[in-house]
């Protein structure tokens, strides 16, 4: 059942809810989050008045629905309880709050939590919920446990402040419980962990008493507590508590005894056994009384077995007891089974266990059944005490609760992180080891002469003959025999250790807690199995000593016990049989028959052994069930006995039949190891009737499942140059070599780490070899190449250990004494010893030729760093034939008529004839291009030409003019010898050279291409002559140097123009325009001549007065107007002007007075005659004024 | 260097006001923990055979003066005791010596205080302090970061900082640089122990393995998740420095069947006094 089945199943129910709430989430993998739903129709008046009531909800078991949900399997653990409650109020008016009250099934409440509401409102249907109940922990501190939920009760207490109005109603219209659980146990460590002490402000470590009922009675203020977890056996705990503290009546009866640290309690529980004191104390009242108590798994020593079934309440004996013996049963059937009687006779009521006869405590299937029967009194503790020796089971106790698992399972936790450091705090390690039941050869005895002798020779290297005797009664079997010896040899064939290391917890805050349940596996950094190994050591118990100078003890086995307890579990499945996958039926019901009922239940085991004559042989167990009835299901009481038929059809024909009298369980040996046997048996009463053949069971003889140990790990070296990976014959830990040991296979890969592949290397696994003792195996690996070698050994049915740790190494050269490279000097050679066919063709090259002489050297590609010749030719007359030859005074080419093409003298000159390309096609540069000589064509990426070329042609004046010419496209840039470029055309610029020695020549550009006239010259002086068209011209003068005048000279065909120059002198700028020759000034003619006069222009500006104006009259009256002629530089004369001489004239019109050429200005004299006019005027007003005041 | 006046600490409370309350004696304050261990009576040969002995707990034992009038002698007093009656933790006893330096240890006091009343005016008393860790520390972090060499004979790593230590070095702080493989340091001190600690594993470029001798801890930091069973040392700690004579060098040695540049070793720690 999913999460989502359940929100669906709620919403039916009339909650309304729509979806999951969005802090759901639904982990998947170990963790899952169903289960139980339960809906209840309640409707709940309030009474009148009310403050509060309480709804006690029903209807719902949450166990089963969590069982629904794993298909039968009990949570590893819970987390916590998610409760979702929807109702309806019809007044929500005085309405307060809800609390969820989770009670056991004895009413006592566990935990309680207000319902989260999301809405109250009154009429409408209300979501509530509460999460994680029990997440941190219920009202005790204690974690939620699979018990608290047997018979939970869920109880809704709502409050109303101040009453419930008079007709309220509360109605509860579904509720939903969901339970956060694990189902299986964690991969990380989540085993409780010893309970240690440490560093603990404000906590402590209390003594509780506790009834047989869990009821806690009162807390014992105890001086002196310790405990001591063993494991697979009952913890012990002692204490001392001073008289006068403990309450009257605490320690009467039968009473439990908890440890609780820091307010938590512990798993352990312990009966109290013994409590006493001494009355000549001298302390009297306060004296201490001393306390024993056992682990709470002592209880099951309150019940023993039964062989015959008892009614208790009748007195009445039922029969026997069909379970007795057991026969092909799991552990988990036979101590269920066990307890269940014990408890219907009224043992141990509050006993609970938490296996099935299919599973373990954590869910796993039973491997192996077993078939035991019990002496009649043997108590269960020694049932269970048996099963964990005979290494059924591991089992510890949880509170009340049995727990059992398949061995090596859940408690063998590994913690690789706990190191325990010696000087860490580590306050004692003693170590004992001892060799006194050290044996080396056992003697064993059977039933009717069955004797054999194992020894060991390897162990009997070291101890010597050390001699054992062994009876086993019952086992007439031979092979039987020798098979059980050799493993009971095998665990007395090295010496025994223990270590118990005796730590400071707090001086290990962090090692001491993580400390795991006795049946886990630490590290202890004295202890090493490589540089990069520490020995996993496997804890045995954990004693603990509570008091202010608290210390821990920790008895740790390693590695030997392990295999230790392996033997003996392969010693139980030699003597008892089992099979790993068989399970029995129940006898079936069936009509009356004279002929035997079937028999059922066969289950085959077969070992292999080592015969004392060395060979290899397989012994074989079959065991089944007792036929109790006829073939028509009545009791039978004439069985004899049975018929076994056996036969291995690979290696014989033919079936073998065994008689065997009426017992379940039958030995013969030997068989032939590492074949299928078929086995089949059917049951004989004593008138020779006998009932149907079951059917053939097989398993393959001999196919023990325990792997040999694992070897050490090979030394890897380089032998005679090949990798030699050794194993030393050891296996790790020191283990023995087990007798079905067959061979051991090296793996070797290039890869760190590897994991083998039995393939052989050539078929693309690791294997590289075998061997079957301590030895090699080489392999022909390249030199310097690191190859990987790992171990693994496989017994004679193909059992496989685990790989052993990686070596690595190369093969490399050998240097031996014999001849090794360069043993063989060139002294110990013969003389003429290396003849032709010692040398293998193309053998000798490069550096093995020094220097070589030869008449004649043919040679197909002839690479050389250096070759040194007097000529070398490409043919033996190449100036006639053509030809390339290199010779001392250069290289040199002909072309087929013997004409000399190439010639490179060592002087640097050079002839290259013919077209010499940069490219052969595209972009590209060439010279002496076919049919164009003397030029040089630039082909440009589109494929346009232009060219570099030397021309030569007649001029008009049929001179010849030599010219180099640029050309692109039809546009040319030609530098010629003349500059009549006759048979040219278009813009050219002609003549423009320079040498070294004269300055530059007068070049002209070439523009009238009708009259090949130049239209721009420019002479040495740098003076620029243009011809605009026609024959007026344009100069531009070198500037007078009186004045660094620049000066433009205009000059018509008649030689007639003037010159325009810039002259600064005095602080004036001025454009003087002059004659053609610069002497005169010329005239210059205009349409009109304006002077500037803007206001904008002019600063000071001021009207003139009347007196000014005046004074403007008087000058023009006395400044005298002149007649003259002007000089002419050309000597002609000129016509007579008038006018004013600037040096006559009032200054004020004066420009230039001091320079050479004074001039007049215009402006300023016209308008000196406006003020000459205006003051006529004004004169001449007033006369007339005057005038016409006379009249 | 002028001397200055000593001065003495529990805790933060300072014990040389010097003006009503100091220490007045010099005696009993600079003993030193006595050796641990015994040296072994081997039948038939002549004297014992020696052991290499460890330092037990320290004492030292402050007289202190008090007062100037009966009233406040009495509230010194009474401030006193708070200070340094700590019986459910450990003081810090700090002083600063002559030189100037500071030290410190953790102390407790065990025994009873009895003062002697100097009329009514003051009191007298002697405080005698336990050091269960034997040893004084001084207060200031000594960092040593020596790069590694490519000298295949290993860097050498100066520990010149911590060697005006009188007392072992018990809790350094070894810290490696990768890259480097298999790392080893060795004491190769003059009349060192000799002592080394290796790690059989990888410390790869950008990581860092720290071996915190104070605490046992291995930590890796750049991604390092170092595995505890690779470290192997010969000593009783990761690595243990004992103290060098005058004018003798603490020198490791570090040396790797791999090193790459940018490999580095760095030592964090205090100096270490007997007293």
């Known amino acids: 059942m999913a999460a989502t089945d359940l929100l669906y199943a709620l919403s039916a129910a009339g909650a309304g809810m729509g979806g999951a709430p969005s802090y759901w989430t639904n982990a998947g993998g170990a963790i899952r989050e169903p289960n139980g739903l339960f809906a209840v129709n309640t409707w709940k008046n309030v009474k009148r008045g009310a403050t509060h009531q309480q709804l006690t ?70 979501l509530g919920w509460v999460n994680y109940i029990g997440h941190n922990g219920l009202d005790d501190g204690q974690p939620l446990t699979w018990d608290d939920l047997a018979g939970c009760q869920i109880v809704l207490d709502v409050d109303w402040s101040p009453a419930a109005q008079i007709g309220a109603t509360f109605a509860v219209d579904a509720v939903g419980m969901f339970v956060s659980y694990t189902v299986d146990p964690p991969t990380t460590p989540l085993q409780p962990p010893t309970a240690v002490p440490v560093q603990a402000p404000g906590g402590g470590v209390t003594l509780r008493v506790y009834d047989r009922d869990d009821n806690r009675l009162g807390t014992l203020p105890w001086s002196k507590l310790s405990t001591t977890i063993v494991r697979n056996d009952l913890a012990a705990l002692s204490a001392e508590v001073p008289k006068g503290l403990i309450a009257t009546g605490l320690l009467d009866g039968e009473r439990y005894l908890r440890v609780a640290v820091n307010g938590r309690e512990t798993d352990d529980w312990f009966v109290l056994d013994d409590d006493g004191d001494d009355d000549a104390n001298e302390y009297g009242a306060m004296r201490p009384v001393a306390i024993a108590g056992t682990g709470v798994g002592s209880i099951l020593d309150w019940g023993v077995v039964y062989s015959w079934q008892y009614d208790p309440t009748k007195g009445t004996l039922l029969g026997l007891d069909p379970n007795n013996g057991f026969a092909g049963k799991t552990p988990g059937f036979v101590l269920r089974t066990l307890i269940d009687a014990a408890k219907a006779r009224g043992c141990f009521p509050q006993l609970t266990y938490s296996f099935t006869d299919d599973v373990d405590s954590a869910g796993r299937a039973w491997p192996t059944i077993y078939s035991k029967t019990y002496d009649i009194g043997t108590s269960l503790l020694k ?56 044996r080396t050869a056992l003697l064993a005895n059977g039933d009717q002469g069955a004797t054999v002798e194992v020894d060991d020779p390897t162990a009997a290297v070291t101890y010597g003959r050390r001699e054992g005797y062994e009876g086993r009664s019952g086992v007439t079997d031979v092979g039987t025999l020798t098979a059980a010896t050799t493993v009971s040899l095998a665990r007395q064939t090295d010496a025994h250790e223990a270590l118990t290391l005796e730590i400071d917890p707090y001086a290990m805050p962090e090692e001491a807690p993580a400390l795991p349940r006795p049946g886990g596996y630490i590290r202890y950094d004295q202890r090493r199995l490589s540089p990069t190994e520490l020995e996993p050591m496997r804890v045995q118990s954990v004693a603990i000593d509570y008091g202010d100078a608290g210390k821990v003890s920790v008895e740790l086995n390693d590695l030997w016990v392990d295999a230790d307890i392996k033997r003996a579990r392969q010693l139980d499945a030699i003597l008892n049989g089992s099979t790993a996958n068989d399970r029995v039926p129940q006898p079936q019901d069936a009509p009356d028959s004279l002929a035997p009922g079937p028999v059922l239940g066969l289950g085959l085991e077969s070992t292999a052994y080592v015969a004392p004559d060395g060979t290899l042989g397989a012994q074989m167990t079959a065991s089944w069930v007792q036929v109790t009835q006829n073939a028509d299901g009545s009791t039978i009481d004439d069985l004899a006995g049975y018929e076994l038929q056996w036969r291995q059809l690979d290696v014989m024909s033919g079936i073998n039949t065994i008689s065997i009298n009426a017992i379940t369980l039958y030995e013969w040996s030997p068989v032939v190891p590492g074949v299928q046997i078929d086995v089949r048996i059917r049951a004989i009463d004593r008138w020779g009737n006998g009932s149907t053949w079951s059917d053939w069971t097989s398993i393959m003889a001999g196919a023990d499942v325990t792997p040999p140990p694992v070897p050490t790990a090979p030394v890897v070296d380089n032998y005679l140059g090949l990798y030699r990976a050794v194993w030393d014959g050891a296996f790790v830990g020191g283990l023995a070599r087990p007798p079905d040991l067959h061979h051991v296979e090296v793996h070797l890969s290039q890869i760190d780490g590897f994991t083998p592949d039995a393939r052989p290397i050539e078929d693309g696994g690791t294997l590289a070899g075998s061997v079957f003792a301590a030895g090699p195996v080489f392999r022909d690996t390249p030199y310097g190449q690191t190859w990987y070698a790992k171990l693994v050994a496989v017994d004679t049915v193909g059992n496989r250990s685990d790989p052993s740790d990686q070596s690595s190494g190369a093969s490399g050269q050998v240097v031996e004494a014999d001849v090794f490279d360069g043993a063989i000097g060139s002294s110990k050679l013969a003389d003429l010893a290396v003849i032709t066919a010692k040398i293998d063709d193309l053998a000798v090259n490069n550096a093995k030729i020094g220097s070589m002489e030869v008449g004649k050297l043919l040679a197909g590609t002839f690479t050389a760093q250096i070759i040194m010749g007097g000529t070398i030719s490409t043919s033996a007359d190449p100036t006639t034939s053509g030809g390339v030859q290199i010779n001392g005074l250069g290289i040199y080419a002909w072309n087929s008529s013997g004409v000399q093409t190439v010639a490179i003298d060592t002087a640097g000159n050079a002839t290259l004839t013919g077209t010499y390309r940069t490219a052969a096609s595209g972009q590209r540069v060439e010279i002496g291009v076919a049919g164009a000589t003397r030029q040089l064509v630039f082909y440009s990426p589109n494929g346009q030409q232009q060219y570099l070329r030397s ?241 | 260097m002028p001397a200055i006046r000593e001065r003495w600490f529990a805790d933060d409370y300072e014990l040389t006001d010097g003006d009503v309350m100091d220490v007045e004696y010099r005696d009993g304050t600079l003993v030193t923990p006595a050796a641990r261990g015994s040296n072994v009576v081997v039948n038939n040969r002549t004297g014992e055979q020696w052991r290499p002995k460890r330092h037990g707990p320290g004492t030292f034992t402050l007289q202190v003066w008090l007062g100037t009038y009966q009233r406040q002698a009495q509230q010194l007093w009474d401030d006193l005791l708070a200070a340094v009656v700590q019986p459910h933790r450990l003081v810090t006893w700090r002083r600063i010596t002559a030189a100037g330096e500071s030290r410190y240890c953790y102390g407790e006091v065990v025994g009873a205080l009895q003062p002697t009343a100097i009329g009514q005016a003051a009191y007298r008393a002697s405080i005698d302090v336990v050091v269960p860790g034997g040893y004084w520390r001084g207060d200031q972090l000594q960092v040593v970061t020596v790069p590694a060499g490519a000298d295949p004979a290993g860097t050498v790593i100066d520990l010149g900082a911590f060697s005006s230590s009188t007392a072992m070095l018990e809790e350094l702080s070894l810290t490696l640089t990768g890259r480097l493989v298999s790392p080893q340091l060795s004491d190769i001190t003059d009349r060192g122990r000799g002592d080394w600690v290796s790690y059989n594993g990888v410390v790869d470029t950008g990581q860092g393995l720290t071996l915190d001798n104070a605490t046992w801890g291995i930590t890796g930091s750049g991604g390092l998740v170092p595995d505890g069973g690779l470290v192997n040392y010969s000593g009783d700690r990761f690595l243990a420095l004992a103290a060098t004579p005058p004018g003798v060098k603490h020198q490791l040695l570090l040396t790797a069947t791999e090193i790459d540049p940018g490999a580095a070793v760095t030592v964090t720690g205090y100096r270490s006094y007997l007293v």
């Open chain 1, 383 to 438: 049932v269970l005490t048996d099963a964990a020796t005979d290494g059924w089971v591991d089992w510890e106790m949880t509170g009340f609760r049995l727990d059992c698992y398949v061995p090596d399972t859940t408690l063998a936790l590994d913690r690789p992180d706990v190191i325990l450091r010696l000087g860490k705090g580590v306050t004692q390690a003693p170590r004992k080891r001892t060799r006194k039941s050290t």
């Open chain 1, 57 to 126: 909800l029903t209807g719902y078991d949450p166990q089963a629905a969590i069982l629904a949900a794993t298909g039968g399997v009990i949570p590893y653990s819970l987390d916590f309880l998610h409760v979702q409650v929807t109702f309806t109020l019809t007044d929500a008016s005085n309405f307060s709050s809800v609390d969820v009250l989770l009670l056991d099934a004895d009413g006592n409440q566990l935990a309680t939590a207000p319902l989260y509401l999301l809405d109250t409102a009154a009429g409408i249907t209300t």
């Open chain 1, 951 to 1191: 021309e030569t042609w007649q001029n008009q004046a049929n001179s010849t003019v030599e010219a180099l010419s640029i050309r692109a496209g039809t546009q040319a840039l030609i530098l010629a010898t003349s500059d009549n470029t006759a048979s040219m055309w278009g813009w050219s610029l002609g003549f423009i050279y320079r040498d070294d020695f004269s300055v530059w020549s007068a070049p002209s550009v070439l523009g009238d291409t009708a009259n090949q006239r130049e239209r721009v010259t420019i002479n040495s002086n740098g003076e620029w002559t243009l011809w605009p068209g026609g024959g007026g011209t344009m100069h531009f003068l070198a500037q007078d140097v009186s004045t660094s005048s620049p000066r433009i000279q205009f000059v018509n065909p008649s030689g007639f123009g003037a010159v325009i120059k810039a002259v600064y002198a005095n602080s004036v700028a001025r454009i003087e325009v002059r004659d053609v020759n610069d002497q005169g000034f010329s005239n210059v003619y205009a349409a009109a001549f304006t002077v500037n006069s803007d206001l904008g222009a002019k600063t000071d500006v001021r009207a003139v007065d009347e007196a000014d104006a005046a004074a403007m009259l008087t000058a023009v009256l006395d400044t005298k107007v002149h007649r003259y002629r002007r000089i002419r530089y050309d000597g002609s004369d000129a016509a007579e002007e008038i006018g004013l001489v600037a040096q006559r004239a009032p200054k004020q019109i004066v420009v230039g007075a001091s320079n050479p050429d004074p001039g007049v200005d215009l402006y300023q004299m016209n308008t000196m005659l406006w003020g000459a006019v205006q003051t006529l005027g004004r004169r001449l007003a007033a006369i007339e004024t005057r005038g016409g005041k006379k009249k």
